[in-house]
């Protein structure tokens, strides 16, 4: 079922810098959803497993400072969970994408089932291609077992991202969001999923792809809300849910892909040896929020 092509790859992991630092990326948004790029490294603070570190670098990343800022973005789609009412929307939301694609820009496009995948491409019209075949799958099955799919199918993805050229990654799941942006459930509930979403949490740090997704079901449809801690805010993206303009949800994710910062920061010598070192950007600017990954992953066993 997992659903990605050996063609996503290309070039090194840019979030670790070197022995003792480390490369972190990060979006900064106004009120309004809108990108902030003239933060200072004195509004923002870096800390790891509890601890402030000092920032060495603070870089914002557009299009018209890096010749690397070219987006990278995979789409992948829920085609399992989804009832058919909702396949008109997701194509709506899917298509938007492609038209906010630049010169320079790759996208590829993944069902949860793996029913259907593509190459990473910059032809819009192969991959509209794919999305007018998009349909839902149906079919019973277990919650944890797709809750499972789900981390494993982004830990795939994210290994075949990881050594693209791009500096940073968006990987939008599309569907629910009881489904996609799943915190770790307890053992209790739907068996023990932490090693599924270590592994997953680990694969998008290396290669540095931020997560959102889209409920496609609009205000007042929607049939659950999302989660605290789940997947995409951890990630570095955001849970878009309960909203009326998709297309307008993808013109943001698509500014957050090509405005960004790298900031560098020394790297300490605290929980080096973790599965994952929880990590907290915050901005300092009043107005302005910070998007960034909650933990980045240390060299277990080293």
């Known amino acids: 079922m997992v659903a990605c092509s050996a063609a996503l790859a290309a070039q090194a992991p840019v979030q670790e810098r070197g022995a003792n630092s480390l490369l972190i990326d990060a979006v900064a948004v106004d009120s309004h959803g809108m990108p902030v790029m003239d933060l200072k490294p004195a509004e923002v603070e870096v800390w790891i497993s509890g601890y402030r570190v000092p920032i060495e670098a603070l870089t914002p990343i557009t299009s018209a ?12 789609l829920d085609d399992v969970t989804l009832p058919p009412a909702m396949v008109l929307r997701v194509k709506e939301v899917a298509r938007r994408f492609v038209t906010r694609m630049s010169p ?20 819009p019209a192969r991959l509209f291609r794919i999305i007018d075949r998009y349909n839902v799958q149906g079919g019973p099955i277990r919650q944890d077992v797709l809750v499972a799919q789900v981390f494993t199918t982004m830990e795939a993805i994210s290994r075949q991202l990881s050594e693209s050229a791009e500096r940073r990654k968006t990987i939008v799941g599309i569907g629910g969001a009881w489904l996609l942006d799943r915190p770790v459930m307890p053992q209790s509930v739907s068996g023990d999923l932490r090693d599924e979403w270590t592994r997953a949490m680990r694969a998008m740090a290396y290669a540095n792809a931020a997560y959102y997704v889209i409920e496609p079901a609009s205000v007042g449809m929607a049939t659950t809300v999302g989660a605290a801690g789940g997947l995409a805010e951890a990630a570095g993206g955001y849970a878009f849910l309960n909203r009326n303009d998709l297309t307008g949800t993808a013109d943001q994710i698509m500014r957050e ?3 960004y910062y790298l900031i560098e920061v020394a790297d300490p010598p605290i929980q080096r040896k973790a599965d994952l070192r929880e990590l907290q950007v915050k901005s300092l600017r009043r107005g302005v929020s910070i998007r960034a990954r909650h933990a980045i992953p240390g060299t277990p066993g080293a």
Request: proline share 3%; aromatic share 0%.
């Open 104 to 123: 320079g820009d790759r996208m590829a496009i993944v069902t949860l089932s793996g029913t259907a995948e593509t190459e990473t491409t910059d032809d």
């Open 257 to 259: 892909a090509a405005n």
């Open 65 to 76: 400072t890096d010749p690397r800022s070219n987006r990278l973005v995979v789409l992948l």
